[in-house]
């Protein structure tokens, strides 16, 4: 039997950080889709794209051939598609939720874009660093993920909506942000390998970016 990664319940995960403004984007996209080609033969099942809308993919050959071969989705698409391997380019929370549960099972890369860090993410989803081959590290101080990991018991199954478990988020990681110990799309990033929803991430995102 597979062993699945205990939160994101996928078979393997890599990105492609972006950290560097001079790299191409079809550099990045086909890093990506050299990998998710190679999870693809070994898992039997044809990759899926998803990104953020149908124009994200539009001029980069190696991701138009991934959508031509197994379909492209997006948060607002109709279509439906089995799971399988999939890979995300420059999600958002909600278009990476989408990716997770369509890679449930099987494999997810994912290009990252600065609007929405995925270093954290990364780093607790056990996903490969695809520019130099590294395991992904975080940068979040142990005693600060205690505090997140609190926040996500408490509230994280609801997505923090009610005003008991954004007070206590906030009771609990305000002063981690306030002291720069903590930045809200870290927490966002983080909260979204623990399983918690797009909707949920982006409520911590904004509560806590109105703490700090």
Sequence with gaps: MVELHPTTHVRAAAWVPDDDPERPWDEA???????????????????????????????????????????????????RFDCGPVLAYVPDERSLKLALDLARGHSLAVVETVSFPLAEWAADAGAINLLDGSASTSSIPDDVKADLDH???FGGNNGWTGQHEKQ?????????????????????????????????????????????
């Design 168 to 212: 206590h988020a906030r009771n609990h990681l305000a002063r981690h942000v306030q002291s720069g110990r903590l930045a809200p799309e870290q927490a966002a990033s983080y909260v979204m390998a623990r399983g918690v929803s797009d909707k949920g991430a982006k409520r911590m995102r904004l509560l806590l970016e109105k703490v700090g």
């Design 151 to 153: 926040a996500v018991f």
């Design 29 to 79: 996209a086909e890093l990506a889709a050299d990998w998710i080609w190679e999870r693809s033969k070994i898992e039997g099942v044809t990759p899926l794209l998803v990104t953020n809308t149908f124009q994200n993919a539009v001029g980069i050959s190696c991701l138009g051939e991934i959508a031509r071969e197994g379909g492209q989705a997006t948060p607002q698409g109709k279509q």
